[in-house]
């Protein structure tokens, strides 16, 4: 009783004092912060569109079509006159949550699988691990593409298809930390106390192998909202007249030569975004990075 | 034997201070160690993990990594010249052909996408004018030397085991016969055998070659085999130094004291192992007065106060410690009370009791 | 190292299996009728049927499956478009070489830079160099590639008419597709370059060259570098076949007659052979590159092509 006591108090300490020296030091990168802020303002900008944005984004203005940007339209006007930057605004409630749910779907999917091939090993491991080079010999949008043209358009279906592509990357991670963890003498600690294996890798090992998961799940979301965009661009996944930021970029093309802001801001913020994140990431990676002193 | 004494020293490193950044915390490695070396002679720092030993000694050779490591002050006078004010450029004339270095963990040392043979001939090439034939048959004789058949020369380290990578390592190191040898802990990593295969091998090297050596390690059964002068280094400092049978025999500081009581003696006196109680102070927040202070059994106020200077204690035996010094030796020393001491003045003095212990444990050895 | 080769060709066959198993089912579940969308809209329901019966749509999933491997297996036939009714693979082959050029260039400008940009980065860590560097390859991951193109083609093409927007007929109308794409390359190689390159800086065997006495530069680009190597070049390999995948992007910006636009078109009109013989065709080469890359290692590092054929050594101890 006591030795399987001992192991959990000390790996709780030791996740508590971690959580708080990785805040502590994501605070102190000021670029991740900022990177995080500027993530969360975008996120803010979605949520409360209704309130923020100066027009309605359906809401045509047929007298003033293709207008360039002035004060009244800070970004200017589409081609029936819609404001852009509302569009913009209201547009991050599908980017983003295009960006954040395929990743929370593949991270859903893509972790316990990873887990149960690296802990249990052998077949099941060949198995899943062989499922999985399967959907990576297919160049990641080159699937996208090919789901979502079965999935059909909408934001659910971009997700989905989204999801599936980026969830191998996930199983692969997992499954390589738990590989590395698996040996460690916490874990054989608690498989000789009895504890059932869907316990033990809760409790034990999952835990133990969030770090590199967590990294990789914020790039994946800027890499989301990229691919989403790729998709709505070409005219699958989301499509227009949703104001979604690619999609708003596949029509823009059309009047790209005279009418350069209709491609130019939702590039810019499709770019923002991407990049405050990455940032976050890099930043992220940085503070669970043990051998990262300071 | 006067015109040696009046000569400069060999090696001669005077008031060495070195600081690493990181973070905003400074780490003193490194606190005004000062020692000196004479041709042919073999010195050991000797101390715990962390104590500044490598520090010390890659300062020689100027590889600190800078950031985050920098060099605060001090002068490193080998052969008369003085290395830290150097330029880049001639220091590189200097690394691996006067003055050479054997890294600790052998399996790490060598380049993995390199031959043997080509890492060692990189280091002849650099600083002898050899045709690459020339230097092939000098890589080829250098492997011999150090008992690797010459065929192995187109082979990679994984091929290698641990002892014959430091093999390699030592041969690389001896390729254009340095004058000073730096070895640091060159036997750690690995199995106890080969430990004395390569030891022995060193000795008998270092003879052939007349090179001098500073041998870190803290293993003391290697500083009784190959060293003939001792450094014990703590916290950056070094807090005594002497001649080694004198300091084997008579170890004054009580650090040295505790590091002979926590190794196993062979002849069994001792039934239980007297560990050194507590851990080193953090080098970024060292204590007041002597470092050893927090640990020791005989510290009292004065101790902690103010910082305590390396004395001589007997001729050559040099001691950072007031109790010791007060207790084992009724001499007193004034007039050096405020000031440390110029040590290479003090060593070129006719050393009595020094040298015999020297001749005696060299007579011992032979016999051996 | 043959008897490696072997067997990683011979893992392939069954990952190419499972390749075209994936996307068979994906088409299978596509809606949409492509008989019905072949005819005209006054077809009558039994001319459908007909049609259907025809192009094997009614046979069951397996056996249109076996069907399709035998032929692609055994003829080299991946079927015909159901657009132009032309041979699936005559098409494609007429139209890779376009898709290879654009990826080989931008990848090979992604590597021009992102190399040189990586190393410079980990040697100079913390410095300016270092920040200027890394805000660079930071703008470059970030970017939507498509979205450069455009602006590139806005701001080259349409502006100051320096280059063509569109098209393919010959080297200038190369060069902002592949600059568009390459972007995302220099971040994401200099990214990694940096980081491999800080690991191998701290390694003991660069500390022993610089107490060698080798000069600088040298410790970094003949020590470090070959060492540093190993993850660049996967990263290179990856990106190549995505880039093959992922080149109906740009190949539609600039309207380039590469795989990546077949295969867009094939999608919209429901094209099943053109779209499962374009993935599978790039899987084939994507599959190819990744071996490449890992033959590759081999010949940088020692200990890699010892693992490689100890196998072989095993075998034949077994033998004898």
Not at chain 1, 235 to 264: F, K, N
Request: hydrophobic share 45%.
């Amino acid at each position: 009783m006591a030795d399987q006591i001992k192991p959990k108090e000390k790996s709780g300490k030791k996740k508590e004092s971690m959580l708080r020296i990785t805040l502590r030091r994501l605070l102190k990168n000021k670029l991740a912060a900022a990177g995080f802020l500027v993530f969360l303002l975008f996120v803010l900008m979605a949520v409360f569109a209704p309130l923020i944005a100066p027009y309605d984004y359906t809401e045509q203005n047929l007298y003033q079509t293709l207008a360039g940007p002035s004060a009244e339209h800070l970004c200017g006007t589409d081609e029936v006159g819609r404001d852009i930057l509302s569009r913009l605004i209201y547009g991050g409630r599908y980017s983003l949550q295009i960006g954040v749910l395929s990743v929370v779907l593949a991270a859903g999917i893509g972790i316990p699988l990873g887990a149960i091939a690296g802990f249990y090993g052998k077949r099941m491991d060949d198995l899943l691990m062989r499922l999985m080079d399967v959907f990576q010999a297919i160049p990641n949008l080159m699937l996208a593409i090919a789901l979502s043209a079965t999935l059909g358009a909408g934001v659910g279906n971009c997700i989905l298809a989204l999801g599936i592509t980026s969830m191998p990357a996930f199983a692969r991670m997992t499954r390589a930390s738990i590989l590395n963890i698996r040996g460690m003498e916490y874990v054989e600690a608690a498989k000789s106390t009895n504890s059932n294996d869907f316990h033990t890798i809760v409790r034990h090992v999952l835990p133990n192998a969030m770090a590199p998961l967590l990294v990789q799940s914020t790039m994946n979301v800027a890499t989301a909202i990229l691919n989403a965009a790729a998709l709505s661009f070409i005219g699958l996944g989301v499509q227009p007249p949703l104001p979604e930021w690619g999609a708003m970029l596949s029509i823009g093309r059309t009047y790209i030569r005279d009418h350069w802001h209709m491609c130019v801001f939702p590039g810019l913020t499709i770019f923002l975004n991407v990049m405050a994140l990455n940032v976050f990431g890099d930043g992220l990676r940085d503070a669970l990075d043990p051998r990262m002193k300071s | 034997m006067e015109e040696t004494e009046r000569m400069e020293p060999f090696l001669k490193v005077e008031d060495l201070t070195v600081q690493y950044t990181a973070g905003g915390e400074v780490i003193k490695a490194v606190n005004k160690v000062s020692f000196t070396l004479s041709k042919g002679e073999t010195i050991g720092l000797v101390g715990e993990t962390g104590a500044g030993k490598t520090t010390i000694v890659k300062s020689i050779l100027r590889i600190l990594p800078d950031p985050p490591a920098k060099i605060k002050s001090g002068t490193i006078t080998f052969k008369g010249q003085e290395l830290l004010s150097l330029s880049e450029h001639q220091m590189r004339k200097i690394r691996g052909s006067q003055i050479s270095m054997i890294f600790q963990d052998p399996m790490t040392a060598l380049n993995p996408v390199f031959t043997v043979g080509e890492q060692i001939l990189e280091a002849l090439r650099l600083h002898r004018k050899m045709s690459k034939k020339e230097a092939y048959t000098k890589v080829c004789e250098m492997l011999e030397m150090v008992g690797i058949p010459a065929e192995r020369y187109g082979e990679y380290p994984h091929q290698f085991s641990g002892g014959m990578k430091q093999r390699v390592v030592i041969a690389m190191a001896l390729s254009c016969n340095p004058a000073l040898l730096l070895a640091d802990e060159p036997t750690t990593a690995l199995d106890v055998t080969i430990q004395a295969q390569v030891l022995h091998m060193m000795n008998r090297l270092k003879k052939e070659l007349g090179t001098s050596v500073i041998m870190i390690t803290h293993d003391l059964g290697i500083v009784a085999e190959v060293c003939d002068r001792v450094a014990v280094v703590y916290a950056g400092e070094i807090v005594e130094m002497g001649d080694k049978v004198h300091l084997f025999d008579h170890g004054l500081h009580p650090y040295t004291e505790g590091l002979f009581h926590s190794i196993p003696s062979l002849t069994g006196d001792e039934t239980r192992l007297k560990p050194i109680k507590g851990l080193p102070p953090n080098p970024a927040d060292l204590p007041k007065g002597c470092k050893f202070a927090p640990r020791c059994p005989y510290a009292s106020e004065v101790c902690r106060e103010a910082p305590v200077l390396l004395r001589e204690a007997e001729p050559g035996h040099f001691v950072r410690c007031i109790k010791k010094l007060a207790a084992d030796i009724k001499t007193d020393m004034t007039g050096k009370k405020d000031k440390g001491i110029d040590i290479a003045a003090a060593e070129n003095r006719p050393q009595g009791s020094a040298t015999d212990f020297i001749k005696r444990s060299r007579a011992a050895r032979e016999v051996e | 190292m043959i008897r490696y080769i072997l067997k990683r060709l011979f893992t392939m066959i069954f990952v190419l299996l499972g390749v075209t198993l994936l996307i068979f089912t994906i088409m299978w579940y596509c809606p949409g009728d492509p008989a019905r969308s072949l005819l005209s809209d006054d077809a009558t329901e039994e001319q459908i049927e007909e049609l259907r019966e025809e192009m094997g749509l009614n046979e069951p999933f397996f056996v249109q499956f076996f069907d399709y491997v035998v032929k692609a297996v055994v003829h080299h036939d991946l079927g015909e478009s159901y657009q132009t009714k032309i041979d699936v693979s005559t098409e494609i082959i007429q139209r890779f070489p376009n898709t290879v050029k654009v990826a080989t260039l931008a990848v090979f400008i992604a590597a021009l830079f992102g190399i040189p940009l990586g190393v410079i980065a980990a040697v100079n860590q913390s410095t300016w160099k270092d920040n200027t560097a890394m805000a660079v390859s930071l703008v470059g991951v970030s970017m939507p590639g498509f979205w450069f193109g455009l602006m590139l083609s806005l701001l080259f093409a349409l502006k100051l008419r320096w280059l063509p927007a569109s098209g393919f007929a010959g080297p200038k109308y190369l060069i902002l597709p592949c600059v568009a794409i390459g972007i995302g390359g220099v971040g994401m190689i200099s990214r990694q370059m940096r980081s491999s390159m800080l690991e191998v800086i701290r390694q003991d065997y660069v500390v022993t060259a610089r107490a060698k006495g080798q000069v600088e530069w040298k410790v970094i680009y003949v020590h470090a570098f070959r060492n540093s190597l190993i993850p660049v070049i996967t990263q290179i390999g990856s990106m190549f076949g995505h880039q093959l995948g992922g080149a109906m992007v740009a190949e539609t910006v600039f309207s380039i007659p590469g795989l990546g636009t077949y295969m867009v078109n094939a999608i919209k009109a429901r094209d099943y052979p053109a779209v499962r013989g374009s993935v599978l065709y790039v899987a084939l080469v994507f599959a190819l590159v990744m071996l490449a890359v890992d033959l590759l290692y081999a010949f940088i590092d020692p200990r890699i092509k010892a693992q490689y054929s100890n196998k072989k050594k095993r075998g034949g101890k077994k033998i004898g």
